[in-house]
């Protein structure tokens, strides 16, 4: 149906839930759906990145989500 890239921007740690980048996909009602999120690329992963101090950085890759649920916003 669609697809598209997110970015789920670093917050660090015990600092809450926060959206992520929307994508749009069109959608008709009344069917069912399924949604598949897979790695694509990290600035963790990123050697300029490997004197940072926080997640990701000096302790090596960090590459995570923790994620509550999907938003689906009707476009109009």
């Given amino acids: 149906v ?3 890239y ?3 921007g670093h917050i660090g740690e015990n600092q809450g839930m926060r959206y992520s980048t929307p994508i749009e996909v069109a959608l008709e009602q009344g069917k069912t759906y399924q949604c598949a999120l897979k790695d694509h690329f990290n600035m963790s992963y990123l050697t300029s990145n490997e004197t940072y101090i ?3 950085g000096i302790e090596g890759e960090k590459n995570e989500a923790q994620i509550a649920d ?3 916003t009707p476009l109009m």
Avoid: N, T, V
Wanted: aromatic share 8%.
């Fill in 2 to 4: 669609g697809q598209g």
């Fill in 6 to 8: 997110l970015q789920m």
């Fill in 54 to 56: 926080y997640a990701g």
């Fill in 70 to 72: 999907i938003r689906i």
